[in-house]
């Protein structure tokens, strides 16, 4: 079983930046990727981007191209999610994933393992 913890959530004014982390454990822990996802106050959870967990390969969505910045720490099993230029409709709770395989899925359903969230509230 897998076991996966999210910290660094906080509050933030618009246009600062933030780190979340995402803590894997668990005998089975083997990801092929590993992903964010975020889910806003009466919105579906969303892609926000994800990392295959050997090779390293990253993948954003489109919202957030050229402001997040996903990494990970194979020897920690700690993935992050360095967040700039934060904004307001941003303000979700921050999801940590991880499936199997090579492929990278933006929808819910094809990710097996979830962590707890962390809340980022980003202030106008």
């Known amino acids: 079983q897998v076991q996966l913890v999210e910290s660094g959530g906080g509050l933030v004014q618009a246009g600062g930046s933030l780190r979340v982390s995402c803590a894997a454990s668990?005998?089975?822990?083997?990801?092929?990727?590993m992903g964010w996802f975020r889910q806003a106050p009466g919105k579906e959870r969303e892609f926000v981007a994800a990392i295959t967990w050997v090779a390293g390969i990253k993948y954003y969505s489109d919202s957030v191209k050229g402001r997040f910045t996903i990494s990970r720490d194979n020897a920690k099993k700690t993935m992050y999610l360095q967040m700039n230029n934060l904004k307001p409709e941003e303000t979700a709770v921050y999801y940590c994933a991880a499936r199997a395989g090579n492929n990278v899925r933006t929808e819910v359903i094809d990710w097996g393992d979830w962590g707890q969230g962390t809340q980022v509230t980003v202030s106008s």
């Open positions: 668990g005998r089975t822990f083997r990801p092929g990727v």
